[in-house]
């Protein structure tokens, strides 16, 4: 059976969607990945094995096929690993594949089914505003991260099982909503201030000019002998 699961990937800070196609078929037990995909994505049909069967799920015995799509840009990482495993279930009837056309997946696992962060979350979250897909199932540690954003419905779990049952029965979770006027208040607050720096006039102006304008600043430290 075949199933569909919806994702993004980085390149450099350059966002693009990817199309993950997983096929079981009658044949020898075995995973082939195609795609372009680096080391650490072809490394992740041994986390998602171990992943699938910690959680309590069965492990097809029969010949899977993964597909990430376009197949002429290069993957990298392992965020797909939760989208793969999530592919595998469904195309094995282990959950409600129906939904999963709903959600933008990202999250990579660990061998006991829990959720690692990932990096590229909030380049991410920017690009699915202006997608047909507005919501996005990520690990609770990158949760704030993706919030920020406005316009999409941000779901935080811990673990492989915990993010099927949400896909069974979605009510059991609330998208996660932060307060950016507080959030921003809070973080305006700083120990150190501009004022106890002595000196150092030349770099304190720079800094007040880049961050009124907001651009960005590079600072080097050179050590003279």
Known sequence: MLAKVFSFGLLGLE??????????????????????????????RE??????????????????????????????G????????LGILSATQQLNGEKLKEYC?????????????TRGILPI??????????????????????????????????????????????DTVKPLKLDLKELFKQNSEYQIDFSEVKGQYSAKRALEVAVAGGHNILMLWTQYY
Do not use: M, Q
């Open 125 to 170: 979250s920017i690009a699915l505003s202006a997608s047909k897909i507005k919501n996005i199932i990520v690990p609770c540690h990158n949760a704030k991260e993706a919030a920020i954003v406005l316009g999409i419905c941000v779901w935080p779990l811990k673990t492989l099982r915990e993010t099927v049952e949400f896909l069974n029965s979605p």
């Open 47 to 76: 986390r998602v094995k171990s992943a699938i069967k910690n959680s309590g799920f069965a492990w097809p015995g029969e010949r899977i096929t993964i597909s990430l799509a376009p197949s002429d840009i290069k993957k990298e």
């Open 105 to 117: 997946i990202l999250g990579e696992l660990s061998l006991d089914g829990s959720l690692r962060p």
């Open 15 to 44: 966002v693009y969607p990817i199309e993950i196609e997983v096929d079981v078929s009658r044949g020898l037990p075995s995973v082939t990945l195609v795609g372009l995909a680096d080391t650490a994505i072809r490394e992740s």
């Open 78 to 85: 392992a965020c797909f690993d939760l989208a793969i495993a």
